[in-house]
């Protein structure tokens, strides 16, 4: 499920800012020129930390924006309207559940 939220975000999702990713290497850059060996090193852990953590949080963005239109369309092509009330009542029967009320079923 995951390689396949993956493939639907590079399918859909707006695509990087090149110029953008550039200026920041740029800058990436010049703050190398001004470190010894060890800082680099570090400075290079950091963006490529950084930019996974990015990456991560675009993905699960996605996904939760991918749940919610799913059940938008779910709810709406179960009979072609929504009830509120019928949704509050799902949720509080959801809960109730988790918290192991004995009514479940």
């Given at each position: ?52 953590v990015q990456e991560e949080m675009a993905l699960t963005s996605f996904i939760a924006g991918f749940r919610l239109a799913w ?35």
């Amino acid at each position: 499920m995951y390689d396949y939220m993956r493939v639907l975000e590079d399918r859909f999702a707006p695509k990087p800012n090149h110029k953008r990713r550039q200026e920041l290497e740029t800058k990436r850059q010049e703050v190398a020129t001004l470190l010894d060996k060890q800082g680099r090193k570090k400075l290079l852990r950091l963006v490529d930390a950084h930019t996974m953590v990015q990456e991560e949080m675009a993905l699960t963005s996605f996904i939760a924006g991918f749940r919610l239109a799913w059940g938008i369309a779910m709810d709406l092509g179960a009979n072609g309207s929504y009830s509120y009330e019928r949704g509050q009542e799902e949720i509080d029967h959801r809960r109730n559940c988790e918290e192991g009320a004995d009514e479940c079923g």
